[in-house]
């Protein structure tokens, strides 16, 4: 029964509305239909994926950017899966525990089956008289509910409006396809609450090799980006006209020939972190002096990282945010976390104060965490300020801004006349914000946004005209 309100309340609040509040009621409904199961087992690390999941499904409400939602719904019903199953003590654990909704919806007959078996009882007796009073019921409501129509006008009216409106009888399918989905699917977090996943146990590939094999690579790589970070210095402390100056680039190409290759290189680190620290067995010194040049790799790339940060600065003061450099600022600040929380698993490692057994959780965790606090940030918003701080009317390109959230409206209303309007058109347009949301589908963003439009309108008469892609034309003083 409560797989099945659960997958009533999804038939219910999810056709005919935006993203919005009946999404995160929905996914309230499935954690509270499998929380019975899982309570006794709570720990600090499901407790707190828990929370981060809800929070980043709880985004739903508060913006209105779908590439944004859509991503936040995705990681978020992950981390509930992987706080539910228990799971997550290795790399092993965190994509079983991530999959294991997934992978509990085979089951998911049997398991609804069996809740429903009575000892000695055959499942067909007791579906026949189910059937049988459905079917009674459904010819009495028809004689009656006739016998009334028949007799009072009011009532005849409208019974002929519900059954001549097609707008229900359109939504129906996928009414029904939306609640045996979402049952199913309670039902699965159920199992999965009940049957905590196992932890699975990689095999120890660790082997033992030479001193030379890998110190030599190390020392070489610590060599190289030791004079890589010498160099950025000038670039990190000089002036920005030096560096155009002197390199001959403009600010576009001196952040594209360089930016990307320094995310590709920390990404390698970790690579080289990972398989130097699970592959290789050391003792003694040996374990001491990989930590060392290990660490010493991690916090020169950590550096290298500031450098990239500084590239995509000068690219942004030139020509603003734009969401996809809005998304890989995001991604040079999570990769700093990560390579903070390497270090520390490091020492604890080499200290044995303690295993790293956490660490594949906290990744996850900070991973939940970033997430949100990109949701939080509001990068829709931060793409129109930062568009409108660089560039003259001239030079915005009026397409890509119209395509933006309902969150970047209160910035795209100090744009001045005809530009503010045809702007402001294409976003109520693309957001829907020209008629309010129903119930299911209420956004905090689009409602202040219409209320805003409301004391200010969008103009009608107005000639718009046509604008070319300028999101890399530089600012000129």
């Not at 067995?281 to 940060?309: F, H, K, N």
């Not at 990109?374 to 001239?394: C, G, I, K, S």
Request: with cysteine; net charge positive; hydrophobic share 55%.
């Amino acid at each position: 029964p409560a797989c099945a309100a659960a997958g009533l309340l999804a038939a219910l609040a999810l056709p005919d509305s935006a993203m919005g509040l009946g999404f995160v009621l929905v996914a309230v409904a499935v954690g509270a239909v499998a929380l019975p199961a899982v309570r006794k087992r709570i720990t600090p690390w499901s407790a707190t994926l828990g929370a981060i999941a809800y929070g980043l499904v709880a985004v739903a409400v508060f913006r209105d950017a779908d590439w944004l939602v859509g991503l936040l719904l995705l990681a978020g019903f992950l981390l509930a899966a992987l706080a539910l199953s228990g799971a997550g003590r290795g790399w092993l654990g965190v994509a079983r525990g991530g999959a294991s909704v997934v992978l509990g919806l085979l089951p998911v007959p049997w398991f609804l089956a069996a809740a429903v078996k009575v000892k000695g009882a055959p499942l067909h007796r007791r579906m026949v008289p189910v059937l049988l009073g459905g079917g009674l019921t459904v010819v009495l409501v028809a004689v009656f509910g006739a016998l009334f129509a028949s007799a009072d006008a009011v009532f005849a009216e409208a019974v002929e409006r519900l059954f001549s409106s097609q707008d229900w009888a359109e939504s129906v399918p996928l009414r029904i396809l939306l609640f045996v989905v979402f049952a199913v699917v309670a039902a699965s977090a159920v199992l999965v609450g009940l049957r905590p996943v196992a932890e699975p146990k990689a095999p120890d590939l660790r082997i033992r090799v030479g001193r030379g094999l890998w110190m030599t690579p190390l020392i070489a790589l610590n060599l190289l980006f030791g004079v890589f970070v010498a160099m950025q210095v000038t670039v990190l402390f000089g002036s920005t006209r030096w560096l155009v100056s002197a390199t001959g680039l403009t600010y576009a190409e001196y952040a594209r020939s360089g930016f990307f290759q320094l995310v590709v290189v920390s990404v390698f680190v970790l690579a080289i972190v990972a398989v130097a620290s699970g592959a290789l067995e050391l003792a003694g010194r040996d374990r001491w002096l990989m930590a060392g040049l290990l660490g010493l790799l991690c916090a020169l790339t950590m550096v290298i990282l500031v450098s990239a940060l500084h590239r995509l600065d000068l690219y942004v003061d030139a020509y603003g945010f734009s969401r996809l450099r809005a998304s890989v600022e995001a991604a040079i600040w999570w990769l700093g976390g990560i390579f903070a929380l390497v270090l520390v698993a490091g020492a604890v490692r080499l200290t044995r104060r303690g295993n790293a057994g956490w660490f594949p959780r906290a990744l996850v965790a900070t991973t939940g965490a970033a997430l949100l606090a990109f949701a939080v940030w509001n990068p829709d918003l931060r793409v129109a300020e930062t568009q409108l701080a660089v560039r003259t009317l001239e030079q915005i390109d009026q397409d890509y801004l119209g395509s933006l959230g309902a969150e970047a409206v209160p910035a795209l209303d100090r744009l001045p006349e005809p530009a503010r309007s045809c702007v402001l058109r294409d976003v109520v347009q693309a957001n829907g914000l020209h008629s309010p949301d129903p119930w299911n589908g209420w956004n905090l963003a689009r409602q202040q946004a219409r209320e805003l439009l409301g004391r200010r309108p969008v103009l009608k008469d107005v000639t718009c005209p046509r604008t070319l892609s300028r999101l890399d034309i530089p600012y000129q003083d």
